[in-house]
């Protein structure tokens, strides 16, 4: 069966995120309801990883194995891109070795989180970003994000407990922060990220910011991990998986 | 009776439009129900200019006579956005004299009109652009555009009769066409806009880069004006109001 490899982009607002669930509209569902609809048999979409219900992607990665090689891999682009809804996009596609898995073969991911600061929020970024009305102190929220760079137990920030005896090391290659007018773009590379991570660990640069946690808790939390939870979420809309590394 | 001014934003998406219609959802329908909500009293909401359904705005201006000076401008602002659906934010408001009129004030306007070039939509970009999938001359789109810069009769250019003896001469003061990897912005500043008049200049200049349309006939329009029309009209979802000049 030839595998095809997607990368695949979506507005994650009207989603309930992209792990296939019983009865709800996922990205996963819907891509796999346009293969069968393509080739007439079931064909499982396997991602990257793992968004949640208003989460974007501008470059989410998955592979599927197809019934036949019948279409070149253009045209399963353009096929697919017929089927699917507008708010799902298959950006391109190519025929990858039998070996290649959009999940185990990952070395790692980018995620961009963008910041609205500013007491009104444009309509056009509705559900785009985090819109935080009150002012933030910026040097505070880059010296947060720098604690969380090299390699860490990030125990503390994950939602859930993982599988027993699963690790929860995971080494931040880089995590750049901008500000341009109005917006704060937070960009983090890793080998790795734990169920909900990302927004934990931009939940704790904010509190910082605000000046409710400081710096040294954060590094605290990495060290003592799971014990001492980082408990505050920032929202799934600011968030976008924006490159898998291969 | 006070005199506010307003400077609005809104996501034409989900809007029939700027303009007050019977049991539609409009932009000025939903400001004087919030203003209605605010005070008790209904007030006539005065746009600079009509946008089309599907039309955004980054700074649309109004006016709207208040039946007390009780609140402040702040507190105005922050009443209607705290009332406003968040696909419509008032940015600003202040007082002015009761001389000044949104529309009859205004000198001049700005308009952006976003194309999106190549195969694929992005699926944040729907609602947002013109997909162009199809290559376009990109020097003929600006040699197009050069054409109507100054003052010209623009009758051609405007989708309805107007009233009879009104004038249809109109002064565009610059027009300027970017290009940004698959991203062509062209923004129109001038004296006055007739009606669907950015979007008749936008899909003519878009005619003339297909090769479908030489650049001498557009000039030729501008010449005959009324009897030679322009018959390709842009669609609404590229075009924002970016500025109202006063």
């Given at each position: 069966?030839?595998?095809l490899?997607?990368?695949?982009?979506?507005?994650?607002t009207?989603f309930a995120?992209?792990?296939?669930?019983?009865?709800?509209?996922?990205?996963?569902?819907?891509?796999?309801?346009?293969?069968?609809d393509?080739c007439?048999?079931?064909?499982?979409?396997h991602?990257?990883?793992?968004?949640?219900a208003?989460?974007?992607a501008?470059?989410?990665?998955?592979?599927?194995?197809?019934p036949?090689?019948r279409?070149?891999?253009?045209?399963?682009?353009s096929?697919?891109?017929a089927?699917?809804?507008?708010?799902?996009?298959?950006l391109?596609?190519?025929f990858?070795?039998?070996?290649?898995?959009a999940?185990?073969?990952?070395?790692?991911?980018?995620y961009?989180?963008?910041?609205?600061?500013?007491?009104?929020l444009?309509?056009?970024?509705?559900?785009r970003?985090?819109?935080?009305?009150?002012?933030?102190?910026?040097?505070?929220?880059i010296a947060?994000?720098a604690?969380?760079?090299?390699?860490?137990?990030?125990?503390?920030?994950?939602?859930?407990?993982g599988k027993?005896?699963?690790?929860?090391v995971?080494?931040?290659?880089?995590?750049?922060?901008?500000k341009?007018?109005?917006e704060?773009?937070?960009?983090i590379s890793?080998d790795?990220?734990?169920?909900?991570?990302?927004?934990?660990m931009?939940?704790?640069?904010?509190q910082?910011?605000?000046?409710?946690l400081?710096?040294?808790e954060?590094a605290e939390?990495?060290?003592?991990?799971?014990?001492?939870?980082?408990r505050?979420v920032?929202p799934?809309?600011g968030?976008?998986?924006?490159?898998?590394?291969?």
């Open positions: 069966m030839p595998r490899k997607l990368v695949v982009a979506y507005d994650g009207a995120g992209w792990q296939s669930q019983t009865h709800r509209n996922t990205v996963q569902d819907t891509l796999e309801r346009a293969l069968h393509i007439g048999t079931r064909a499982r979409v991602g990257a990883g793992r968004t949640d208003g989460v974007h501008l470059a989410q990665c998955a592979h599927v194995d197809l036949s090689r279409l070149s891999s253009a045209s399963w682009t096929a697919l891109n089927t699917l809804p507008a708010t799902i996009r298959v391109r596609s190519r990858v070795s039998p070996e290649f898995h999940r185990f073969s990952a070395t790692g991911k980018t961009r989180y963008r910041i609205w600061l500013g007491p009104i444009p309509p056009l970024e509705l559900n970003v985090w819109h935080i009305p009150k002012p933030i102190d910026f040097e505070r929220l947060a994000g604690v969380f760079v090299g390699k860490h137990d990030f125990a503390a920030f994950a939602a859930n407990r027993k005896g699963e690790s929860t995971r080494t931040i290659w880089e995590l750049k922060v901008r341009k007018k109005s704060a773009t937070i960009e890793g790795g990220f734990l169920y909900k991570m990302v927004r934990l931009v939940g704790a640069m904010v910082a910011a605000r000046g409710k400081p710096a040294e954060i939390q990495l060290r003592i991990g799971r014990a001492k939870r980082a505050y920032a799934a809309s968030l976008y998986l924006i490159k898998v590394w291969y």
